[in-house]
């Protein structure tokens, strides 16, 4: 995902690292918090697939996602903060793009950081 990408590219510390959160060194990845970027994403596509109730609890819970970053220290407020509207952002784009145009060909991008594996997934639809 682009969390991951933007996270290394940035090399920020986490506040375990460093009590500093200017603290920037190669290896390091947590400017924005990938996992609020997930949440976020998911739940503005259940919300604008499934309406106010359902994305009440979406946002909800992925509220509960970046403050518990926080609260273990893997990130922080900002790294959140931006994970929060770089995922409404991408997960907003992609509904209404699924919404408005469904694709018979469409691609997605992929990246496992852990088992340094990048590519593109692509599915076609009859």
Same mark, same amino acid.
């Given at each position: 995902?682009?969390?991951?990408?933007?996270?290394?590219?940035? #090399? %920020?510390?986490?506040? *375990?690292?460093? !009590?500093?959160?200017?603290? /920037?060194?190669?290896?390091?990845?947590?400017?924005?918090?990938? !996992?609020?970027?997930?949440? /976020?994403?998911?739940?503005?596509?259940?919300?604008? *697939? &499934?309406?106010?109730?359902?994305?009440?609890?979406?946002?909800?819970? #992925?509220?509960?996602?970046?403050?518990? *970053?926080?609260?273990?220290? %893997? !990130?922080?407020?900002?790294?959140?903060?931006?994970?929060?509207?770089?995922?409404?952002?991408?997960? &907003?784009?992609?509904?209404? *793009?699924? #919404?408005? !145009?469904?694709?018979?060909?469409?691609?997605?991008?992929? #990246?496992?950081?852990?088992?340094?594996? &990048?590519?593109?997934?692509?599915?076609?639809?009859?």
């Amino acid at each position: 995902m682009l969390a991951e990408g933007i996270g290394y590219a940035t #090399a %920020r510390g986490t506040p *375990r690292d460093s !009590h500093d959160p200017f603290t /920037f060194k190669l290896g390091y990845s947590s400017f924005p918090s990938s !996992h609020t970027a997930h949440a /976020f994403a998911m739940a503005t596509v259940l919300a604008d *697939r &499934y309406g106010l109730g359902v994305g009440t609890i979406a946002y909800t819970l #992925a509220t509960g996602v970046g403050a518990a *970053r926080i609260i273990q220290e %893997r !990130h922080w407020g900002s790294d959140v903060v931006a994970g929060a509207a770089l995922g409404w952002a991408i997960g &907003y784009t992609l509904s209404r *793009r699924r #919404a408005l !145009h469904p694709p018979f060909l469409d691609f997605y991008p992929f #990246a496992d950081p852990g088992t340094k594996t &990048y590519g593109v997934i692509g599915t076609a639809r009859f």
